[in-house]
Structure formats: C-alpha cells, structure tokens
C-alpha cells in the first residue's frame, strides 16, 4: 500500500538558515510524490512534484526536493528560510497505479515549519 | 482567474442531521476531490470525480455521497451525522484525473462542526 512518514512533528530554523523537512515514503511501482504547504485556516498550496527524471525538483517560493531512491525519501529543502515560510507542510504520495485511485493523494501527518526572526 | 470555490466557510449541525457541501472547480478544470481534513492530522481522501463519473472511492460509510454536474462544480452530502464528522472539508480540482501533468488545486475547505 502507498504511504508517507513525516517523522517531525515539528522543525525550528532561524530566518536565513537552510531548512529540512523530512519525508520517507512507501509505494508499489514508481513512486509519484508531492509536496503541499498549508496556511491557518486555508487549503493546501502545490508546492512542487516528482514523477521521473532528475533527482532536485525545484518549485515555488524557492523550494526544492531532492528524491532519493535507495532511501526512499523525498525531503523539503530550502536554501534561506524566511519568517513567512511558517507554515504546516504535507508530503503526499499518488495513489497506485493500475487502481481505481489514482488520482487520489495519501498525505502524510504534516510538519509544523516555525521559522524565527 | 477564481480559484477553486467552496461553500459555506463554516457550518455547524447537530448529531443525525444532514449536510450539503459545494464546490466550483477551476474554469476548464473536469476533475474534482473531495478530503476530509481532521484536526492535526493529513487530509483524507473521500472522492474523487472525473467527466461526472466516480472516479474513486475512499474509506468511508455509505452515509458519504457525492455527484458531479454537467458544468463540473460538486456537492458532498453527508447523512446520519456523527461528532466524528467534524472537520474542515476540502475541495480540489485538477484538469486531469490522475496527478501526473495536473496538480491539485485546494480551495479554503468548509469548516464543519457537528455538536
């Protein structure tokens, strides 16, 4: 079965300093993988995907993914956080191919990204 | 352009009613998700239709439904409500149905308490 693990409930970074968001995933077949971000009380913003070729995806507002095969993981990167990137963050994975739910999304827990001034 | 559409913003019921959530799907956009997001936790899928046809099915009670209408905007009807229910209900259109050259679009969500 498709799945994601966020480990971290929550990750604290100083603005300016890189930041990490975690995330491992499980999948049958190749792996489809995306990231959201998600304001206070608002839906969920596309952050950027993985489906094939390179291994740095890059997406909006300056973030970027490395996907990692043998570790099957696909973690949130970001040069130079800023204040305004706090936020509650969700990886997602596709559902299975050849299934009636492929276009569903099985999202992580979430990760609370608090950036300080 | 309008984003993804959903209403009400927020809506409060009592145990064993009913309720009707909608949503108006990107202009051009044919697919349209529906998730339930509970407090602390990662979205959920429900739905998903695709050309007014069921394109997917989560796990949940039959007492969740849901349709698509010819000019592709959606409704989620749940029956029997339980405290359970409660949670903020996302809609997502994508002009696609399966995520692979198409991104999901969220609107705000309907916040759904039921007391």
């Known amino acids: 079965a498709q799945s994601v693990a966020q480990p971290e409930d929550q990750v604290n970074v100083a603005e300016g300093n890189p930041l990490t968001v975690k995330c491992t995933y499980s999948?049958?077949?190749?792996?489809?993988l995306f990231w959201y971000v998600q304001y206070p009380n608002r839906g969920l913003q596309f952050l950027l995907k993985y489906i094939t070729g390179d291994n740095l995806v890059k997406g909006s507002y300056g973030f970027e993914a490395e996907f990692n095969k043998s570790q099957t993981s696909f973690h949130l990167k970001k040069p130079s956080a800023l204040v305004s990137d706090s936020a509650l963050y969700f990886c997602?994975?596709?559902?299975?191919?050849?299934?009636?739910?492929?276009?569903?999304?099985?999202f992580g827990q979430g990760t609370t990204l608090q950036v300080k001034p | 352009d309008a984003g993804v559409t959903q209403s009400p913003t927020h809506l409060i019921k009592t145990r064993g009613q009913h309720v009707t959530l909608r949503c108006s799907p990107i202009?051009?956009?044919?697919?349209v998700s529906w998730y339930q997001q509970v407090l602390g936790q990662g979205p959920q899928f429900i739905f998903q239709y695709y050309e007014k046809e069921e394109r997917g099915r989560g796990n949940f009670p039959d007492r969740f439904s849901a349709r698509q209408f010819p000019n592709y905007s959606s409704e989620l009807n749940v029956n029997a409500l339980l405290l359970g229910d409660s949670a903020l209900y996302l809609c997502?259109?994508?002009?696609?149905?399966?995520?692979?050259?198409?991104?999901?679009?969220f609107g705000n969500g309907t916040r759904l308490t039921v007391t």
């Open positions: 202009s051009g956009h044919k697919s």
């Open positions: 997502a259109s994508s002009q696609e149905g399966g995520q692979v050259n198409s991104p999901l679009h």
């Open positions: 999948v049958s077949g190749n792996p489809y």
């Open positions: 997602a994975v596709r559902g299975p191919h050849g299934s009636s739910n492929t276009g569903k999304l099985i």
